[in-house]
């Protein structure tokens, strides 16, 4: 700031943080690269910029995952400092920076439940877990985007077990061989029902091609 | 293309391999082609299902990102013939290594705990260096909020609300209050120093509008302030430039002012 110069013109805000997630069409996926690319620079600014387009669907993804608000926020730390560090490595031409980002968000979420010793998860049943992730009182409302919705359409078109396995893989961290018991599938499917889980949801949205 | 490795694809990508399937399938990656168009188009799907967890994070979150990646230096790009796949990590994937490199990697392959716990060690040192950024217990050893400066302890509230005014240069200001610490702090960010001979004053507007000294700063910079006095009662906090001395009110007007609304006490 610049003390001999007039009052600031900026209206004082209620922070950053409180600014409504910019949906995807909000933010570019060009300009989230771009954000990368200058963090990867050092450029704490763009960081911070970076941060506020993502850090819903980060943390989001953490509180899914390892359901304690409390650890996802620890997770959700980790990741972004991680990103920042890593930054320079984002290649755009592998991939989107949002897909980049999330994919290190929820790697760390998964090494977070299977590293800790995971009785207070482990033992409760799939049945019981999933209906609580959705009414987690703890959360506060999920912030529904058009983008959200389309998800939610393409899901449907998925098979029942497609889904499932999906589900109990990506929000809930579980791995393909555990699914497969989950779900009673043979041993070796539940990675099959995945993959053509994702594949669908891919051909659906039309994004990756 | 190995059919039976290319069908841990979808697995791989929602982390649902245990270490071993992932280390294979890492090893496999960067000498297959298809396997690597499929990882990346199936991580665009993956990516999506995250939009509908989407929840905003709590304040402290953002706080301590930006406080402590001020003491990270990013890696220097990759420069090796071999581009990798995910680059997620720089001691992650063995994929993401120059060939050479990567039979040194399989050797010292350590088990996710170990990577845990260096991961730990790290983010304990980024919490001392950052000043004291702390607003979680990373080593659940609860008397460490007994170590902290107030200042600390208003920024590490569970309550804590604040109010950021960025400014075109790059500075920026925050207030970040506690109504169960009974305290706010003001951070600064890169601030520009105060005209010489003058200080910048700190100042808690209460509610019938007056506004009282909270303290001072004789430097620009980056600075952690507790303000003196009730700032549960506070409607806002100004900075004014004022004689190195202080005043008891105001000489000039604000070159920022923080709204704080209601404290929620």
Redesign the interface.
Same mark, same amino acid.
């Given at each position: 700031?610049?003390?001999?110069?007039?009052?600031?013109s !900026?209206p004082?805000?209620?922070?950053?943080?409180?600014v409504p !997630?910019p949906t995807?069409a909000g933010s570019t996926a060009a300009d989230l690269a771009q954000l990368l690319r200058l963090?990867?620079?050092?450029d704490?600014?763009a960081?911070?910029q970076l941060?506020?387009a993502t850090?819903?669907?980060?943390?989001?993804?953490a509180?899914?995952v390892v359901r304690d608000p409390?650890q996802a926020? !620890?997770v959700?730390?980790?990741a972004?400092?991680?990103i920042?560090?890593?930054?320079?490595?984002?290649?755009a031409a592998?991939?989107?920076a949002?897909?980049?980002i999330?994919?290190?968000v929820?790697?760390k979420a998964?090494?977070?439940v299977?590293?800790a010793e995971a009785s207070t998860r482990r033992d409760t049943t799939y049945h019981q877990s999933s209906q609580t992730v959705e009414h987690d009182s703890t959360?506060?409302a999920?912030?529904?985007?058009m !983008?959200?919705r389309r998800?939610?359409q393409?899901?449907d078109s998925l098979t029942q077990v497609q889904r499932e396995a999906?589900e109990l893989?990506?929000?809930k961290?579980?791995?393909?061989?555990e699914?497969a018991k989950m779900l009673d599938l043979p041993v070796g499917t539940?990675?099959?029902r995945?993959?053509?889980?994702?594949?669908r949801?891919?051909d659906t949205?039309g994004?990756?091609? | 293309m190995n059919e039976s490795l290319h069908a841990l694809s979808g697995a791989y990508v929602v982390d649902a391999l245990d270490d071993e399937e992932r280390a294979t399938f890492e090893q496999h990656l960067p000498g297959c082609l298809d396997c690597q168009r499929e990882v990346s188009s199936l991580r665009e799907a993956t990516a999506l299902l995250a939009d509908d967890a989407a929840l905003t994070p709590p304040p402290a979150l953002r706080v301590s990102v930006l406080a402590g990646i001020k003491t990270i230096r990013p890696l220097a790009p990759e420069t090796g013939r071999h581009a990798s796949i995910t680059n997620l990590d720089a001691d992650g994937p063995a994929a993401q290594q120059p060939a050479d490199e990567r039979a040194a990697k399989v050797l010292t392959f350590r088990p996710r705990g170990a990577r845990f716990a260096r991961m730990l060690v790290a983010a304990a040192a980024v919490v001392a260096v950052a000043g004291g950024v702390v607003y979680h217990p990373w080593t659940g050893d609860s008397s460490q909020s007994s170590h902290l400066s107030a200042a600390d302890q208003v920024l590490a509230a569970s309550d804590a609300q604040q109010h950021s005014i960025e400014f075109n240069d790059g500075s920026s200001a925050t207030v970040v209050r506690s109504a169960k610490e009974g305290h706010a702090v003001l951070l600064t960010q890169k601030m520009a120093a105060p005209p010489s001979g003058k200080a910048f004053e700190l100042w808690l507007r209460d509610a019938q509008g007056v506004m009282k000294p909270a303290g001072m700063m004789t430097t620009g910079g980056d600075h952690k302030v507790l303000l003196k006095g009730n700032s549960l009662k506070a409607t806002g906090v100004g900075i004014t430039v004022e004689p190195k001395a202080g005043s008891d009110t105001p000489s000039s007007e604000p070159i920022a002012m923080f709204e704080l609304g209601k404290s929620n006490a």
């Open positions: 700031m610049n003390p001999t110069g007039p009052a600031s !900026e004082p805000h209620g922070g950053l943080a409180s !997630e995807q963090s990867g620079r050092g704490e600014a960081f911070a941060y506020d850090c819903a669907r980060a943390y989001g993804l509180v899914r409390s926020e !620890e959700a730390q980790e972004f400092l991680e920042w560090r890593t930054a320079s490595r984002f290649d592998k991939g989107s949002v897909s980049w999330l994919t290190l929820h790697r998964v090494d977070r299977r590293s959360a506060e999920a912030q529904a985007s !983008e959200a998800v939610r393409a899901m999906l893989a990506y929000f961290g579980y791995t393909h061989t699914v539940a990675k099959t995945i993959r053509d889980g994702l594949i949801l891919r949205m994004v990756g091609q | -």
